[in-house]
């Protein structure tokens, strides 16, 4: 508990699985959380019941496409506890399908989430935690990350590009900023949701049998957190026991 107690952690895609988890694990153990998402009635929801518990939250829109909007959270989170110790990049969108289906749209869509909101979020921390000279970004990739899976190219692209981003900002900057990619295997969550490619639904609906619950992917997040500030945990994958992704 001592190495989250009093961090102040911003997390994006914060309404709903892995997100809302970490929000809840995190401000159990005594982090100062702030919640980013488009859905704020679920944000305000989870807020209460975090302060209920004798949480401490804060909450703020937020669309990660949108840079000024990212940047606005980053200065919001600043502006509520005077820092930002982490940033925990998890906002992500999966609507699979074949490649031959044409979907763009949806392809657009996961690049500009996937990939730009990842950006996005690290264009905005940077500033903040070079004056600060320190900080941690978490971003959260897939095992769909180091291998594509039928039906699932642009989304595994997207993946590769998150641990290639956070290498990057290793390389970079990592005197100044702790870096750590979490690759989730099947997990509890809202992505299969977004899923219009009915050949692609069928397919998550069978794969998704038995999944790790999103509480097990907070558990990552806060185990990168809480090392000492010379230790930095780079990278994680994630599965539930015995599935095969």
């Known amino acids: ?45 989870l807020a ?15 669309d990660v496409t949108d840079l000024e909007q990212m940047q606005a959270i980053v200065q919001f989170t600043v502006n509520q506890f005077g820092r930002l110790d982490a940033l925990v990049n998890n ?5 699979l399908s074949s490649l031959d289906a044409l979907k763009v749209e ?10 730009r909101g990842v950006l996005h979020g690290i264009g905005a921390a940077i500033p903040v935690m070079k004056e600060q000279n320190f900080g ?13 899976f039928p039906k699932s190219a642009v989304y595994c692209a997207t993946k590769f590009a998150v641990r290639a981003i956070t290498e990057g900002l290793r390389q970079e900057m990592g005197a ?19 899923i219009t490619d009915e050949s692609a639904r069928e397919m998550m609906e069978s794969f998704r049998d038995n999944p790790l619950p999103a509480s097990g992917i907070a558990r ?19 599965r539930a026991m015995g599935h095969p992704a």
């Open 48 to 62: 209460e019941e975090i302060r209920n518990a004798g949480g401490t939250v804060a909450y703020h829109s937020l």
């Open 136 to 148: 941690h970004i978490i971003n959260v990739s897939s095992v769909g990350g180091y291998i594509v």
């Open 91 to 95: 906002a992500g969108v999966m609507p």
């Open 1 to 45: 508990m001592s190495g989250l107690k009093g961090k102040v952690v911003l997390i994006t895609g914060a309404s709903s699985g892995i997100g809302e988890a970490t929000a809840r694990w995190l401000a159990e153990r005594g982090a100062q959380v702030v919640l980013g998402a488009r859905r704020t009635d679920r944000l305000e929801k």
């Open 106 to 115: 949806e392809w657009n869509r996961m690049i500009d989430v996937n990939i």
């Open 176 to 194: 100044i900023i702790r870096t750590t990619v979490i690759s989730p295997g099947v997990t509890e969550s809202e992505l299969a949701d977004t």
């Open 220 to 238: 990552a997040i806060a185990y990168a957190l809480e090392q000492p500030a010379e230790v930095d945990v780079n990278e994680l994958i994630v």
